[in-house]
Nanobody, 123 residues
Framework: QVQLVESGGGLVQAGGSLRLSCAAS????????MGWFRQAPGKEREFVAR???????FYTDSVKGRFTISRDNAKNTGYLQMNSLKPEDTAVYYC?????????????????WGQGTQVTVSS
């Protein structure tokens, strides 16, 4: 079992920045691929970014150049730095981890999930 706790969400004006954190416990964090997803009201859960144990990253097109995913395996913590935020980034953001060696952008490939943190971007 892996427990994940997100933090760092909040209300920010368009163009602003937020840094989300995802603290993991219960298992060796470095063994997992970590991903961030988001879900806006009335919409399906959407892939945002993922990072492998070795630091390789992948982003959905809408956040490339604005968001940065990172991880500190020594601290069992992952991060999502979000810059140049837009109103359309408003959603509940979830971190998740997968024990698979290779994952895509499907949320069903991830084993464990945090409770989510709200990000609201005002125009």
């Amino acid at each position: 079992q892996v427990q994940l706790v997100e933090s760092g969400g909040g209300l920010v004006q368009a163009g602003g920045s937020l840094r989300l954190s995802c603290a993991a416990s219960g298992h060796t964090f470095r063994n997992y691929i970590m991903g961030w997803f988001r879900q806006a009201p009335g919409k399906e859960r959407e892939f945002v970014a993922r990072i492998r144990w070795n630091g390789s990253t992948f982003y959905t097109d809408s956040v490339k150049g604005r968001f940065t995913i990172s991880r500190d395996n020594a601290k069992n913590t992952g991060y999502l730095q979000m810059n140049s935020l837009k109103p359309e980034d408003t959603a509940v953001y979830y971190c998740a981890v997968s024990s698979r060696l290779v994952v895509g952008s499907n949320w069903e490939e991830y084993n464990y999930w945090g409770q989510g943190t709200q990000v609201t971007v005002s125009s």
